[in-house]
């Protein structure tokens, strides 16, 4: 959900917004489809925890469980919560019930019927087991779930909470199979073999799982929403980005699933054979101040810091050119809710030493007013925008050490004991502006810094209930202004993703024929040129 970039999958992995960018692929199919047949590999970054989706925070096995699993409604690439298992819904004036119609033809892959009752099982396990969803959906919201019949779900919440049906939409909200899981008191359990050989109602079926090596999934025959166009996907598992880039020019993959080295992207979009598009996403690299600790917690420390980095620097220099210095306190993505007048100081080091100065942090002997370690996760725009910020801030007398860290070490030492100066992070914002909450929100885990502002967590609590969206938006520019003027977290940059494949293959969810009919990761309209055309 959150994890390096490649939480971006489920996140990552997993979900995008379609804004025309510089450089969208001219798409040119050479064959009339689609077509019906053949195999689709993907170069694939690493192994999924388990196949229980909903369990815990899982970007690997988000970017598989799209193709496996199914939720009662699922966000297409813009961001729209479209059908999936129900298709069509209603909400209450008071916005605290929620109706799903289910599609009536819908069978999990061992056969067995698929029918409202699996819903409630698994939206009252994600709040039992307190699965990653619990806390997105409000799960100690729902009042009760009602089965008025096999193929209708009523949802009551004990108060309204507008975020409701697009988090559901989301991370964390596949619907399980309660025939297989209902006997168990723990669904993590080892015992469970579905955890490894997942039974889901998607269009594709696991058949083989060999842990770093491959994935192999096929076509489900009888997927409700028709058979995938696709024989098999097979996820072959590389960790190693440029590895990965390599096996795909070699042809040995169809899909690049890993974000490239940047250098690498115009030698891609000139490759023959390959296409190449590029997406804006909700997603943010940001750097968090250690609140807890001098002398980060002076405001006007973070505020020269803040004049202090070029952020256009950083998008030139660290991440090539792709994407855009962040001007905001959140995601320009979700444009309903982003507060254009909520600015970032701009680049102005003389200021920055001017506060420095009037604040008593003075230039000693030697010109460095103190020294800081910047703390992030081992990957090249990792180190390349920590050695920006070191040249930015030497100019105002900052001395900073880079502490380059694997993830894990990165999160056990920043996350969970608070221990660093100043970190890298990014993440996903969307799709709803209350998402920002897991990230400035008090005790919230992702909030590393620390910052805990009443008025903040106050109008967070009120844009959630408050159903009208213009005064959620006034709602959410308020807090936008208030970070702005606390400087919690500086964001640099809003990133981009990068879509790169095979133009053999058509009908990713990106692509204008898919696009709005699938949600983000679902491959069942995908086609091979070197296809059967249908009914031949």
């Known amino acids: 959900m959150w994890k390096k970039g490649k939480w971006l999958v489920a996140i990552a992995i997993m979900l995008l917004i379609a804004i025309p960018f510089n450089s969208l692929t001219v798409f040119c199919q050479k064959v009339k489809g689609p077509r019906m047949g053949g195999t689709l590999v993907v170069a694939y970054w690493g192994d999924p925890k388990s196949f229980n989706p909903d369990a815990q925070v899982d970007d690997a096995g988000a970017g598989i469980y799209r193709n496996v699993f199914s939720q009662l ?97 989301w991370y964390g909200t596949w619907i399980m199979p309660a025939h297989i899981y209902k006997n168990y008191t723990d669904w993590m359990s080892p015992e469970i073999e579905a955890n490894r050989k997942p039974v889901g109602t998607g269009p594709f079926k696991l058949v083989e799982w060999v842990k770093g090596d491959h994935i192999t999934l096929v076509a489900n025959e009888k997927y409700f929403r028709g058979r995938p166009y696709l024989d098999k996907i097979v996820y072959k598992i590389i960790p190693d980005a440029s590895i990965a880039l390599q096996a795909f020019l070699a042809k040995e993959a169809d899909l690049l699933a890993h974000r490239p080295p940047l250098a690498e992207i115009p030698r891609l979009q000139k490759t023959p054979g390959v296409n190449v598009v590029i997406r804006p996403i909700p997603s943010r690299w940001y750097i968090g101040f250690n609140l807890k600790k001098s002398p980060f917690n002076d405001s006007r420390v973070r505020l020269a810091i803040a004049y202090a980095i070029n952020r256009s620097e950083i998008v030139e220099k660290a991440l090539s050119g792709f994407g855009e210095p962040a001007e905001g306190t959140y995601t320009p993505a979700i444009a309903w809710a982003y507060n254009p007048h909520a600015k970032l100081p701009p680049y102005d080091p003389a200021k920055a030493e ?159 024929e898919a696009k709005g009919k699938v949600g983000y990761g679902n491959y069942r309209l995908v086609w091979w040129e070197g296809g059967k055309p249908l009914g031949g």
């Open 73 to 169: 409604v699922t966000l297409d690439v813009d961001y729209n919560v479209i059908p999936d298992l129900a298709y069509k819904w209603d909400v209450s004036p008071d916005g605290k019930t929620y109706t799903f119609y289910l599609y009536r033809n819908v069978t999990w892959h061992d056969g067995y019927p698929f029918t409202a009752e699996d819903v409630k099982w698994t939206l009252e396990a994600i709040k039992k087991f307190r699965g990653v969803a619990y806390s997105l959906i409000k799960a100690d919201n729902i009042e009760s779930i009602e089965c008025p019949d096999d193929y209708t779900v009523v949802i009551h919440l004990k108060k309204p909470y507008a975020p409701f049906l697009g988090f559901l939409a």
């Open 354 to 512: 001017k506060i420095l100065d009037e604040a008593g942090y003075k230039r000693g002997p030697n010109g460095i007013r103190f020294t800081i370690t910047y703390t992030c996760w081992s990957g090249p725009e990792e180190e390349a925008i920590g050695n920006v910020i070191k040249d930015n801030l030497k100019k105002i007398g900052i001395e900073v050490k880079l502490e380059v860290l694997e993830f894990n070490i990165w999160e056990e030492k920043v996350v969970k004991r608070r221990d660093f100066d100043i970190a890298l992070c990014d993440g996903f914002q969307g799709p709803d502006p209350a998402n920002l909450k897991i990230r400035v929100g008090a005790g919230e885990y992702i909030n590393f810094a620390g910052y805990n502002n009443t008025e903040v967590e106050r109008l967070f609590e009120l844009g959630a209930t408050t159903t009208d969206l213009s005064k959620r938006k006034e709602i959410y520019w308020k807090i936008q202004e208030i970070l702005a003027k606390d400087l919690p977290y500086l964001t640099l940059a809003d990133l981009v993703i990068f879509h790169i494949w095979s133009s053999e293959f058509h009908g990713f969810p990106w692509e204008p």
